[in-house]
């Protein structure tokens, strides 16, 4: 299992070049950065991503591999970006490496159409929520094989703001549980700001409790976020 940043209480901080990864949650880990991104840039990259054209966001089956719309669980849409997409998509890749002290060499292009791949992170997913959209609570990791329990999952996600949200549209985290308070966890998007969690434990387990979701959006303004999947350097 690759280093993960430590989350020993709520409020922690950990300084790393020009950002500081500020601890929202112990369970599941959760950190918050500010000014990940600037407003220029976020909103080249909400360009970047109109250009390229948005198709209806769909559901990836870890038993199947298939992919499936689904309204009811997410009514979103989204598209890629490569990380040689432009000088922008590349930094982000960069600085993802560094805010995960990993080889940013490790982030090569990822082949979409392709079961076999040789890098650790994915396409940059560029994603649009309209008022009365949502994702239900669902994880990221990909829920191991019977077979073959040391298969590669994504071991972490970098999920960034590109712009801030009025009403509604936050990120929530149901099963956290800190302080001895199971209350959960929500984040709500403000531009620039990037949020680090982990989908795995320490031990190479996933970590259920990193169940997240994004809440309906509830007044007139779009949210707009990218998403980063890193998979662990080590067994993915």
């Given at each position: 299992m690759h280093y993960m940043h430590p989350a020993q209480y709520i409020g922690q901080e950990h300084v790393i070049g020009d950002w500081t990864?500020?601890?929202?949650?112990?369970?599941p880990r959760v950190f918050i950065i500010d000014n990940f991104l600037t407003p220029q840039e976020c909103h080249e990259i909400i360009r970047?991503?109109?250009d390229k054209?948005?198709?209806?966001?769909?559901?990836?089956?870890?038993?199947?591999?298939?992919?499936?719309?689904?309204?009811?669980?997410?009514?979103s849409s989204?598209?890629?970006?490569?990380?040689?997409?432009?000088y922008l998509t590349e930094d982000i890749y960069q600085r993802a490496a560094k805010l995960t002290n990993i080889d940013p060499d490790?982030?090569?292009?990822?082949?979409?159409?392709?079961?076999?791949?040789?890098?650790?992170?994915?396409?940059?997913?560029?994603?649009?929520?309209r008022k009365g959209e949502e994702y239900t609570p669902h994880h990221d990791f990909v829920s191991p094989s019977i077979n073959n329990?040391?298969?590669?999952?994504?071991?972490?996600?970098?999920?960034?703001?590109?712009?801030?949200?009025?009403?509604?549209?936050?990120?929530?985290?149901?099963?956290?549980?800190?302080?001895y308070n199971a209350a959960g966890l929500e984040i709500s998007p403000n531009a620039g700001t990037a949020v680090l969690f982990y989908n795995m434990l320490e031990d190479g387990n996933v970590d259920d409790l990193s169940q997240h979701g994004s809440n309906k959006i509830l007044g007139n303004t779009n949210k707009w976020v990218a998403n980063l999947w890193i998979w662990d350097p080590v067994i993915g």
């Open positions: 990864l500020k601890v929202a949650s112990v369970t970047l991503g109109v054209g948005l198709k209806p966001s769909t559901l990836h089956a870890s038993a199947t591999a298939r992919e499936t719309n689904d309204t009811a669980t997410r009514s989204n598209t890629w970006l490569a990380r040689d997409t432009s490790l982030f090569q292009k990822f082949h979409e159409t392709s079961a076999q791949h040789h890098s650790i992170a994915e396409s940059l997913q560029i994603v649009r929520y329990r040391f298969q590669g999952t994504r071991f972490a996600t970098l999920l960034i703001y590109l712009n801030t949200v009025d009403e509604g549209g936050e990120t929530r985290f149901p099963r956290a549980v800190n302080n």
